[in-house]
Nanobody, 119 residues
Framework: QVQLVESGGGLVQAGGSLRLSCAASANINLINAMNWYRQTPGKQRELVAAVTRGGSTNYADSVKERFTISRDNAKNTVYLQMNSLKPEDTAVYFC?????????????WGQGTQVTVSS
């Protein structure tokens, strides 16, 4: 079992920046990928950014060049630096730990943190 606790959300004006943090209760070196998702009412949760155990990153087209995902293995924490924020970035952001072990897939989720970008 992996517990994830997000922090860093809040209200910011368009063009501003926020940094989200996701603290994991387990060694994230054992987790295949750490991901950030976001969700708005009435829409499916969408993958925003991902970082693998090996350090490879992937981003949704809508956030490329603006968001950066990183991980601090010593602190078992993953970050999402969000710059040049837009009103359409408003959502609840969730941290996800994706782990495969012995042929089984495990997905763990945080409680979410609200990000609101005003125009």
């Amino acid at each position: 079992q992996v517990q994830l606790v997000e922090s860093g959300g809040g209200l910011v004006q368009a063009g501003g920046s926020l940094r989200l943090s996701c603290a994991a209760s387990a060694n994230i070196n054992l987790i295949n990928a750490m991901n950030w998702y976001r969700q708005t009412p009435g829409k499916q949760r969408e993958l925003v950014a991902a970082v693998t155990r090996g350090g490879s990153t992937n981003y949704a087209d809508s956030v490329k060049e603006r968001f950066t995902i990183s991980r601090d293995n010593a602190k078992n924490t993953v970050y999402l630096q969000m710059n040049s924020l837009k009103p359409e970035d408003t959502a609840v952001y969730f941290c996800n730990a994706h782990r495969s072990r012995d042929g089984l897939i495990f997905d763990y989720w945080g409680q979410g943190t609200q990000v609101t970008v005003s125009s």
